[in-house]
């Protein structure tokens, strides 16, 4: 990496960005890939969700990948930056809606060991995989609050900027980041 900074008279000191493909990527912007660790905080505190300890996630900026104001407060950013944004419920996952209880047949929900009421659970759409809370369980069929888990919460998010690199062509046409921390085929 720093004999590619060389070649483009960039000091070994002043190096805060990724190579990839050629191409250098000093702050987050449209079309780059960018790794983070995160933290996902309610306002009591209590870790909902963390990618330390594992491998960091990956997201193509710009292409809706994650919540947009969660991507908007990251843009700009540089690798090693470190930043606290702190979501309302409507920049989040919008406010809890009262009757939003459906009932679906079991095999419509996706779910590991035995389904019970309080669990999330992924529902099977049309529109792609949603995440749904049992509310009631049956022997064929299941009660779902089709409100996100995360509606009607203020939530914190500790975030870590790991790297910044160009999408690459195959990023962009699919719309997501691929490798580590993105997008498998």
């Known amino acids: 990496m720093y004999r590619e900074a060389a070649r483009h008279g960039t000091s070994r000191d002043n190096i805060a960005c990724s190579y990839y493909t050629g191409s250098v990527i000093v702050k ?109 369980v049956g022997r064929h069929s299941a009660e779902i609050d089709t409100n996100h888990p995360l509606a009607g919460q203020t939530l914190r998010f500790d975030i870590e900027i790991v790297e910044v690199r160009e999408a690459t062509a195959e990023e962009k046409a699919h719309g997501h980041a691929h490798g580590v921390g993105g997008h498998h085929h």
Do not use: C, W
């Open 28 to 136: 987050i912007s449209s079309d780059a890939v960018v790794t983070f660790h995160y933290s996902l905080q309610d306002t009591t505190g209590d870790i909902l969700e963390s990618s330390r300890g594992g491998d960091p996630s990956a997201y193509l900026h710009g292409a809706g990948n994650i919540l947009p104001s969660l991507e908007a407060a990251l843009e700009g950013l540089e690798p090693n930056a470190q930043t606290e944004v702190t979501l309302a419920p409507a920049e989040a996952y919008g406010e809890y809606k009262a009757g939003r209880l459906q009932k679906v047949p079991v095999k419509h929900l996706v779910y590991h060991g035995k389904l019970l009421p309080g669990m999330t659970v992924q529902l099977n759409t049309s529109e792609g995989r949603h995440p749904v809370t049992v509310t009631k």
